[in-house]
Structure formats: C-alpha cells, structure tokens
C-alpha cells in the first residue's frame, strides 16, 4: 500500500494532470458542461474528459482548440497550469521570460487571485481596473 500511495502522489506532478484541472477549472468558470466544451473547440467528449483526469497529454493542436474555445490564450492556458496556486508545477521564476519581472510577478499574482474568485467578483474587479487605467 506505501508503494501505492507514493506512485499516486508522484502520479499527481506530472504536467498532464495540472492541465487537466486547468482545463476544467477554466471550463467551470466559463459554465461549460464537458459537451458544450467538445462543441466548442472540436475536441471529443470523452477525450476532454480523460485531459481534465490527466489520463491524456494533449498535443498542442488540442490545446490551442480548448483554449480558443474557452477564449484564453493558449501559453496562458499552460500558464495557469504551472502556476497552481495550491500546488505549482512550477515557481514563477522558472517561467518569467521577460525582463521586466517584478510586473510579471505581479500579473501572475493577479491572475492567480482572479482565477480563484467568483466570475461576478471577477466582473467587478475588470470594470475597476477598467477604472484605473483611465
């Protein structure tokens, strides 16, 4: 049982499985049920569902349909998956291309804390921010 449960836990990092619940996470956000996600981007149903179980690595001709489908940019798609706020696959400063990257920290702080609001409070913060760019 030991053996089990250390192969599950090392099961759980790989990149597949924070993708997976990226996708879904993104998915409820935008109030997809998996059919109207397979609709959308042309992805099966039943292959969404084994991406969002991390059974499945999805190509990237598969990831930038999910991503148009759920109108998210496909890196940040891939972003927020090794961004886990509970549980990163990645640090930010393993991703952190640009030089500027206090403002790059501070995007990804950001959209970590909206991604984890309620789309209503989200709205709100867009139209404040909205506000402040002005």
Known sequence: MGQERTAKVMDDKRLANYIGQTVRRLRLDHEFTLQALADESGVSKSYLGDIEKGRKNPTTDVLEAIAQALDVPPRRLLYHAALDQ???????????????????????????????MRPADRRLLLDLARRFSR
Do not use: G, I, K
């Open 86 to 116: 509970d549980d990163p696959f990645l640090v930010p400063e393993q991703l952190t291309l640009e030089a500027d990257a206090e403002s790059n920290v501070e995007m990804q702080e950001l959209a970590q804390l909206a991604r984890h």
